[in-house]
């Protein structure tokens, strides 16, 4: 793809933009204001009142306000620069950044519940799926957005809130984007170079762009608490094939002792789930249905008749020895829910006055035997 074809798509995409009222071009000026200049506003401006005109529409002027702050500079301190706003501009300026707020938590709401959708139809959904059910509500959120009341243009010119919006910090002081004429006259009184230019106004693409990278965090971590870990144990001598609602997730070889790590972690949606493991003949050797999600481990131990299974707890610095130390998960089950941390599985927990596990706490490893 050629530069012309790329500059084509762009062109596009802002008309897009513009007609959904989401993104406009307004004649303005650029203003470069150095990082030690403060600007008192002056003409009779104080950071009380000031009786000039307002900045939007005109009138006289009953308040100051400083310039709305970009997301990338969340945090820093801004340029001292005032804007004059009659009462009027200043409520429709408050309506906008309450209008902002609200569209993009509609954004994200809609995107977080279009991922939570997608994996309520399709449980095994990836998380790039997720992801991209996700970026749909957004954009339906985008959308829904354009009709939330409070969205007002202040006389069809400039910025629907404030008139001035810093746009980026450079080595030479922060840029600012104007487009109010009243105020870059004042700004060129202070003795500061304002150039003429077209200033480009995004409307409810910051609360667009915001949702989906919110939803993609989000989502992400959401997927993973969806989607638990289960170990599977397999103490027979040959491998099984572990079918989760009719689908085949793994082959776990087997391992009749116990082997430090053993085992196969497998992902499964939260829920009710029938867990078969069969041979690779396909001879089912378990068949259980079980609640998947209840705890903060689950370990899964087919064909394990004659083997037992044990949680051992090891105090360490200045935590209380736990009591019991040790507990025997039932022997007639085959899927145990856990409630408590694992911290090993099929190790010992080092003796007490090791290297190990000098900021103290509780240590908690799953250890199999054979029952005696």
């Known amino acids: 793809m050629g530069p012309a074809v790329g500059r084509e798509i762009v062109g596009k995409l802002y008309g897009l933009l513009a007609r959904v009222g989401a993104m406009r071009v307004t004649s303005g000026f650029r203003v470069v204001v150095g990082k030690g200049v403060v600007l008192d506003g002056g003409d009779g401006c104080s950071d009380v009142a000031c009786d000039g005109p307002c900045d939007v529409c005109g009138e006289a002027g009953a308040g100051v306000c400083g310039p709305?702050?970009?997301?990338?500079?969340?945090?820093?301190?801004?340029?001292?620069?005032?804007?004059?706003?009659?009462?009027g501009c200043r409520v429709r300026v408050w309506h906008r950044g309450l209008w902002w707020l609200t569209a993009f938590v509609v954004a994200v709401v809609l995107g977080?519940?279009?991922?939570?959708?997608?994996?309520?139809?399709?449980?095994?959904?990836?998380?790039?799926?997720?992801?991209?059910?996700?970026?749909?509500?957004?954009?339906?959120?985008?959308f829904v957005g354009l009709l939330v009341p409070g969205r007002t243009r202040l006389g069809g010119q400039g910025w629907h809130g404030k008139p001035a919006r810093v746009v980026a910090i450079g080595e030479n002081g922060w840029t600012v984007d104007v487009v109010s004429g009243a105020l870059a006259a004042r700004l060129r009184r202070r003795g500061l170079e304002v150039l003429a230019c077209?200033?480009?106004?995004?409307?409810?693409?910051?609360?667009?762009?915001?949702?989906?990278?919110?939803?993609?965090?989000?989502?992400?971590?959401?997927?993973?608490?969806w989607h638990p870990e289960v170990r599977v144990v397999n103490v027979m001598d040959r491998p099984l094939e572990i079918v989760v609602g009719g689908r085949s997730v793994a082959v776990v070889p087997g391992v009749p002792g116990e082997v430090e790590g053993a085992g196969r972690m497998v992902r499964i949606p939260r829920g009710w789930w029938h867990l078969r493991a069969q041979g690779l003949d396909g001879a089912v050797v378990e068949d259980v249905r079980v609640l998947v999600g209840s705890g903060r481990a689950q370990l899964f131990v087919p064909g394990s008749a004659g083997h037992c299974f044990r949680v051992d707890r090891r105090a360490y610095g200045q935590a209380r020895q736990p009591r019991p130390g040790s507990w025997e998960l039932p022997q007639t089950d085959r899927f145990h829910t856990l409630h408590e941390r694992i911290d090993g599985w099929f190790e010992p927990n080092p003796v007490v006055g090791s290297s190990v596990w000098l900021s103290g706490g509780v240590r908690r490893a799953v250890r199999h035997s054979r029952c005696r």
């Open 112 to 142: 977080v519940g279009g991922a939570w959708g997608v994996v309520v139809v399709w449980p095994w959904a990836p998380w790039s799926v997720g992801v991209v059910g996700g970026v749909v509500g957004v954009l339906v959120g985008f």
């Open 68 to 87: 709305s702050m970009a997301t990338l500079l969340f945090g820093r301190s801004l340029p001292d620069v005032r804007i004059v706003l009659c009462e």
């Open 198 to 225: 077209d200033v480009v106004e995004h409307d409810v693409v910051p609360s667009l762009v915001g949702g989906i990278v919110a939803v993609v965090l989000v989502v992400g971590v959401l997927w993973w608490s």
